[in-house]
């Protein structure tokens, strides 16, 4: 079974640009959370998405949004970039929703904003 | 507020010591409590997790955590540790199977021969 896969894996971009990352869950998992890890803050939750719906939300700007489509596939988007948001993002999805369904994390996509 | 505090950044120890990496969270309810572990040019894998029930939870590849609620810590503890255990581990906590899950900033294990 194909493990969780982000797209891209390596992105550079300008402040003020926005960017697109995908997350493609494990199959028959419907729950995707997304997470931000810099060296500073650490690993942040972000948001999780169940059937389309996001469920959570973690303690982040509007600047940063994300949708889940039909197959369970997840956007998340960041508008308006600044240089803090350089950042490995995380994805992870489980087969419900909830924390104590084991998360598979992906392999991240690696941000750079200059 | 719900907060993870990993007291070591980094550990290094020698190849079949005991170690233990320390965690202790913050919470006025119940929660439940993980360990994971990011292999160098890895992803973040679940390596135990407390739920409920028995307060000692065991990993397959040797390391343990307790949950001791009056100490509110989850410390992962391994008796003989390998080269093959260098790696970043991290301690979340989230309150309720609904909640997110918090990380603590991680404790950087290695290994040496």
């Known amino acids: 079974k194909a493990g969780v896969t982000q797209t891209p894996r390596y992105l550079i971009k300008t402040r003020g640009q926005q960017v697109t990352l995908s997350c493609s869950p494990i199959?028959?998992?419907?729950?995707v959370s997304w997470y931000q890890q810099t060296p500073g803050q650490g690993l942040q939750f972000l948001f999780e998405?169940?059937?389309?719906?996001?469920?959570n939300k973690g303690n982040f700007p509007g600047r940063f949004s994300g949708r889940q489509f039909s197959n369970s596939r997840s956007e998340m988007n960041v508008s308006t970039l600044e240089l803090g948001d350089s950042a490995l993002y995380l994805c992870?999805?489980?087969?419900?929703?909830?924390?104590?369904?084991?998360?598979?994390f992906g392999p991240g996509t690696r941000l750079t904003v200059l | 507020a719900q907060s993870v505090t990993q007291l070591d950044s980094q550990v290094p120890v020698f190849e079949e010591a005991p170690v233990e990496l320390r965690c202790n969270y913050s919470?006025?309810?119940?929660?439940?409590l993980f360990w994971y572990v990011q292999y160098p040019n890895q992803g973040l894998q679940l390596l135990l997790k407390?739920?409920?029930?028995?307060?000692l939870v065991e990993s397959i590849n040797g390391f343990e955590a307790e949950f001791n609620k009056s100490q509110t810590s989850f410390h992962l503890r391994k008796p003989s540790v390998h080269i093959s255990d260098t790696a970043e581990y991290f301690c979340?906590?989230?309150?309720?199977?609904?909640?997110?899950?918090?990380f603590g900033k991680g404790t950087k294990l290695s290994v040496k021969p």
């Open positions: 979340a906590v989230s309150e309720g199977s609904q909640g997110n899950l918090i």
């Open positions: 992870a999805s489980s087969l419900v929703w909830g924390v104590h369904n084991e998360q598979f």
């Open positions: 407390y739920l409920s029930g028995s307060t």
């Open positions: 199959s028959g998992h419907r729950s």
């Open positions: 998405y169940f059937s389309e719906t996001q469920r």
């Open positions: 919470s006025s309810v119940s929660v439940y």
